[in-house]
């Protein structure tokens, strides 16, 4: 592998992207976003291509050594390959136990809704991408909605835990950072429940109402026995 960095006073290379050969195609490093995009097009991944041969010539083309001769290209006139992908979520764990929906509906792909006990709060997602062709294309970044607040660089993992959640509900969301070298930006949703303590629940606040009501009358009966005993002594007196 070899790498030519692009002029930085070209204006379609301004953000001095760094274009790097490969055995499967010709990538492009943009340093500004930490993102890669691949350029494969006809037998280019069958070509051999030299280390230490390149080169940039005057009008900004960019030119490569191979076996063959050169490979010579502009920035400008490359079109990204768009390909088909699809996200997958390939485990899903409560306590650190695999998760296994009902036999109606096997896969976790598919389930609509996960609900959970208040002592199921220790969730592990594991996720992939599928795609014929995903080098350099898998940086995904995550968030569960009800808990962060912003996306999260997956930064090479698969697999996120999130530990004590509280009860509430949830919607695990995972995406491509490279929206543009996809046909459909790849993305997948989940979403799951958590479901509160009886002692946290419209029920037993309701019961504590009419515990309340029920403890001041008799507060109140209490005192106003009281005051009538006190007045009957005042008046034996």
């Known amino acids: 592998t070899w790498y030519c960095p692009a002029d930085p006073h070209k204006k379609e290379d301004k953000e001095e ?8 195609g ?25 280390e230490s041969s390149c080169a940039q010539l005057s009008d900004g083309k960019i030119v490569f050594g191979n076996f063959l001769g050169t490979l010579t290209f502009h920035p400008d006139s ?11 979520f390939t485990k899903f764990q409560v306590n650190s136990k695999d998760f296994i929906p009902g036999s109606a509906l096997p896969d976790i792909n598919y389930s609509d809704r996960i609900s959970l006990n208040h002592e199921e709060n220790v969730i592990g997602i594991e996720f992939s991408l599928l795609s014929d062709q995903t080098f350099g294309r898998e940086q995904l970044e995550y968030r ?16 996120v835990v999130y530990s004590q ?11 491509s950072l490279n929206a543009e070298d996809f046909l459909k930006r790849p993305f997948r949703a989940l979403q799951f429940s958590i479901a509160p303590p009886f002692y946290q629940t419209g029920w ?12 001041f009358h008799l507060i109140r009966r209490t005192v106003s026995t009281i005051l009538h005993l006190r007045q009957d002594i005042i008046l034996e007196k």
């Open 17 to 24: 992207n760094l274009w790097i050969s490969s055995q499967i």
């Open 26 to 50: 010709i990538f492009k490093f943009s340093p500004s976003s930490q993102t890669v995009q691949n350029y494969n097009y006809g037998g280019l991944h069958e070509t051999v291509l030299s």
């Open 78 to 88: 490359l079109r990204k390959t768009k390909i088909k992908a699809n996200l997958v």
């Open 144 to 159: 569960l909605m009800g808990f962060d607040k912003i996306w999260r660089n997956a930064e090479g993992r698969g697999k």
């Open 165 to 175: 959640l509280a009860p509430g509900t949830y919607t695990f969301q995972v995406r």
């Open 204 to 215: 037993a606040y309701l019961i504590y109402f009419f515990l309340l009501i029920a403890l």
